[in-house]
T-cell receptor, first 116, second 112 residues
C-alpha cells in the first residue's frame, strides 16, 4: 500500500528558532501534498496545499511567511515553521495523493512540535 | 463557511456491539466522503469512502451510509472490538482538487 513518512516524528525547540518537517511518499509519486495542523482534542485543519514545482496555496488565516512550504519533487514536501513560538506547538500531519479526481489521500504519521 | 460536523463527540460501546457514528455536512456541493480512524499520536487511517452517486457502501465490518437529502453521513461498525477504540473523523471533498474538510471527530471507546 501507499506509505507516507514524516521526519522527525517529534521535535522540541526553543522559541524563535525554525523547524523543518519533511513529508515523503515512499512508494508512489505525489502530485499534491497537503499540510494539516491538529491541536489536542481537535480536528485536522488544512494549512496549505502543495503541488510539485509550484507555489503552495495557503488556507485563509495561515501565514505563508511563517509556514514555508516547498514541494521540490514528486516524493518530498517540506514545511518550515519559522521563528516558532509556543502557540505553534501542535501536531503537524501531511498527506499525499496522486492525480485524479477521487484519489485517496494517504496520511503521514504526524510530527509533534513543542516550542519552549 | 462550509463545514462538516458531528452529532456526538463521544461514544462508548461494549465489545461485540454495533457502533454508529454520525456526521452532518453543510456543503451541498460535496461529492466525495471519507471516514478516517485516528489513534492517539498517529495520522488518520483510511477506513472507507463513498461518492455522492451512491447511498451505501460496505467494507469489512464497516458500512457507510450517505443521505444527500438531509446531508448526513454515518459509519457503522459491526461487532466492535477494543482495537476499534479511536477517534473517527468524517471528511468531505467538493472538488476534484482533492482538498478535504474534516469534521470534529467522535471518540469511540470500546469496553471489553
Amino acid at each position: 500500500g501507499a506509505v507516507v513518512s514524516q521526519h522527525p516524528s517529534w521535535v522540541i525547540c526553543k522559541s524563535g528558532t525554525s523547524v523543518k518537517i519533511e513529508c515523503r511518499s515512499l512508494d508512489f509519486q505525489a502530485t499534491t501534498m497537503f499540510w494539516y495542523r491538529q491541536f489536542p482534542k481537535q480536528s485536522l485543519m488544512l494549512m496549505a496545499t502543495s503541488n510539485e514545482g509550484s507555489k503552495a496555496t495557503y488556507e485563509q488565516g495561515v501565514e505563508k511567511d511563517k509556514f514555508l512550504i516547498n514541494h521540490a519533487s514528486l516524493t518530498l514536501s517540506t514545511l518550515t515553521v519559522t521563528s516558532a513560538h509556543p502557540e505553534d506547538s501542535s501536531f503537524y500531519i501531511c498527506s499525499a495523493r496522486t492525480s485524479g479526481a477521487y484519489n485517496e489521500q494517504f496520511f503521514g504519521p504526524g510530527t509533534r512540535l513543542t516550542v519552549l | 463557511g462550509e463545514s462538516v460536523g458531528l452529532h456526538l463527540p463521544t461514544l462508548s460501546v461494549q465489545e461485540g456491539d454495533n457502533s454508529i457514528i454520525n456526521c452532518a455536512y453543510s456543503n451541498s456541493a460535496s461529492d466525495y466522503f471519507i471516514w478516517y480512524k485516528q489513534e492517539s499520536g498517529k495520522g488518520p487511517q483510511f477506513i472507507i469512502d463513498i461518492r455522492s452517486n451512491m447511498d451505501k457502501r460496505q467494507g469489512q465490518r464497516v458500512t457507510v451510509l450517505l443521505n444527500k437529502t438531509v446531508k448526513h453521513l454515518s459509519l457503522q461498525i459491526a461487532a466492535t472490538q477494543p482495537g476499534d477504540s479511536a477517534v473517527y473523523f468524517c471528511a468531505e471533498s467538493g472538488t476534484s482538487y482533492g482538498k478535504l474538510t474534516f469534521g470534529q471527530g467522535t471518540i469511540l471507546t470500546v469496553h471489553p
